[in-house]
């Protein structure tokens, strides 16, 4: 990468009054491993960042169906970095939060919790429509 990339990507991240970044780019050769160069760039830019106070929490190299972080690996990007890690925890964490239960099932839950307060049975409730005059 030349100077003027490095320039041109701290410029990008001050315009938008980031706080922090993702950096990212494709490896057309689809090998996903961090080069040299890779992460000699990495340190450039993380160094230009970070004296603008701007974290750069990863950097990810995208190979085809692959892609490799540099969080994930442990590879150092700047002392305003170190504290970002990617662990199970969070990964874990994440799932769980994905499995929130619908609106639907919140609500049938809490007439279940509402039923075993007062001790009723639960009714079940027809949402739909019926038309007036057209029972026979």
Not at 127 to 135: E, F, I, N, T, V
């Amino acid at each position: 990468m030349t100077k003027r990339l490095y320039t041109r990507i701290l410029k990008e991240a001050l315009f938008t009054n980031a706080y922090s970044v993702v950096l990212s780019h494709n490896h057309p050769g689809n090998t996903a491993r961090a080069l040299v160069a890779d992460i000699e760039a990495t340190n450039e830019i993380v160094r230009r960042l970070n004296a603008a106070d701007i974290i750069v929490n990863d950097h990810i190299i995208v190979a085809g169906q692959k892609a490799i972080s540099f969080a994930e690996s442990g590879i150092h990007m700047g002392d305003k970095s170190s504290y970002f890690r990617v662990s199970e925890t969070a990964i874990s964490s994440q799932k769980q939060a994905a499995k929130k239960p619908s609106v639907h099932e919140q609500i049938k839950e809490g007439r279940k919790e509402i039923a075993q307060k007062y001790k009723k049975p639960v009714k079940a409730v027809n949402m739909a429509k019926k038309s007036p005059g057209l029972d026979v």
